[in-house]
């Protein structure tokens, strides 16, 4: 028996995850979470967030079976979902399905034969599933947010019951593709090659039946379905991490004879000016501190920064424990992001900048202590940060990460 081929008619969206055609879910999943990171929006980079857009347009597409199916077959351009085919289907399912027959050389390109006639278009399994960007503060993804919105969304009509029709009204078989809900148009397959595709028919949109204009449903115009405005409550849990996808399963738009789709929710986190998520850290932050040189040299005890949710950090760093060299990082243990499901939180990485004096000090100290003798003070230590809120002493780790 010869092995089955994994065949895809465009490989953009694997190409862009850096994955094979072959890639589980999980596979992909991982690949995804690891381009996100990479390409994450960044207001100095104007292509950062179109590469960040097309990599989550990939992941939508891939870790749904029914539209990878479909994308694996006709690509991004292809029939709506429901119309697509298992990406391990052999040559031979490959060009039946696409065909309706058998093929051979003709002048310039393949002749299909219709033998068997094509099949109506399958109903897909579920309605078309909505996906929302969203985005959120790194303070509301640390203390976590109740979101409130009203949607618009597709529902089957009240007044047709979803057949588009007037009542008493029976729809007409389409004229056009003889009530198969399908046509062969001519598609470019590979270069210089030229092929008749199955694409679903325009004329009755697939169905295989028409309404009449003057027989139309008023209420939704022959379209099947009404718009509907509902209120959705959703909890975005603290911890909730940049590029996650909230489902709200069943209440996407609704279509005739198919279960709704899902509301997904796309969660982006909005860039903070002091706080950095920490990569291949599991809920770890990142902030840059400035000390002065005396503190560097001599320790400090003081607020250090205000976390995301207002409590003070105070950090005393005792004379002759430690001396703090520009760009060290040390950690505050427990004082990153929550990590879901575990109860408790990553760490927080301090890299610190150390401020040396200025020329205009040196000079002052020159004239005003002569060349004899002096007692030189460095610039003091920063006041502390002005906060209402809690204030809760933490200490540094002993040992800087570098």
């Not at 060290?328 to 243990?333: A, E, N, P, Q, W």
């Amino acid at each position: 028996m010869s092995p089955k081929l994994s065949l895809v008619f465009d490989t953009t969206y694997y190409d862009l995850l850096e994955v094979s055609v072959d890639a589980t879910d999980a596979e992909i999943k991982k690949a995804y979470k690891k381009k996100a990171m990479q390409h994450h929006p960044n207001p100095d980079d104007p292509q950062a967030h179109e590469t960040f857009q097309k990599i989550g347009q990939a992941y939508e597409t891939l870790s749904n079976p029914n539209d990878r199916a479909t994308y694996d077959s006709h690509g991004p351009d292809g029939p709506p979902r429901g119309g697509g085919m298992p990406s391990d289907m052999d040559m031979d399912d490959l060009f039946s399905q696409m065909f309706g027959g058998g093929f051979g050389m003709g002048g310039g390109g393949f002749e299909f034969e219709m033998g068997g006639g094509p099949s109506r278009r399958r109903k897909p399994t579920k309605g078309r599933d909505t996906t929302i960007p969203y985005d959120i503060s790194l303070e509301e993804a640390y203390k976590g947010k109740k979101v409130i919105m009203n949607l618009e969304r597709d529902r089957i009509c009240g007044g047709c019951e979803g057949s588009g029709a007037r009542a008493g009204v029976e729809p007409k078989e389409c004229g056009n593709c003889e009530g198969k809900g399908v046509v062969f148009t001519d598609r470019h397959i590979a270069p210089g090659l030229l092929g008749k595709v199955k694409s679903p028919c325009p004329s009755c949109h697939g169905e295989g039946k028409k309404i009449r204009d003057k027989e139309k449903c008023k209420k939704c115009k022959g379209l099947k379905v009404t718009k509907e405005k509902k209120r959705i409550e959703f909890m975005i849990d603290p911890g909730t991490e940049d590029g996650e996808r909230i489902a709200l399963r069943g209440e996407g738009d609704e279509e005739p004879e198919v279960p709704a789709g899902d509301i997904i929710f796309l969660i982006r986190h909005l860039p903070h000016p002091s706080f950095k998520p920490q990569p291949h850290t599991q809920g770890g932050l990142s902030i840059l501190i400035s000390i002065r040189l005396s503190e560097s040299l001599l320790g400090f005890s003081r607020i250090l920064f205000i976390h995301l949710d207002g409590r003070g950090i105070q950090i005393e760093s005792k004379k002759g424990e430690r001396i703090i060299k520009p760009g060290s990082i040390y950690t505050i243990k427990g004082e990153g992001m929550p990590i879901r499901g575990t109860g408790r939180k990553g760490d927080m990485y301090v890299r610190f900048d150390v401020e040396f004096p200025t020329i205009d000090w040196a000079k002052h100290q020159i004239l005003e202590t002569g060349e004899g003798d002096t007692k030189v003070e460095l610039p003091g230590k920063k006041p502390d940060l002005r906060i209402e809120g809690e204030v809760v002493k933490r200490e540094l780790s002993m040992r800087p990460v570098n």
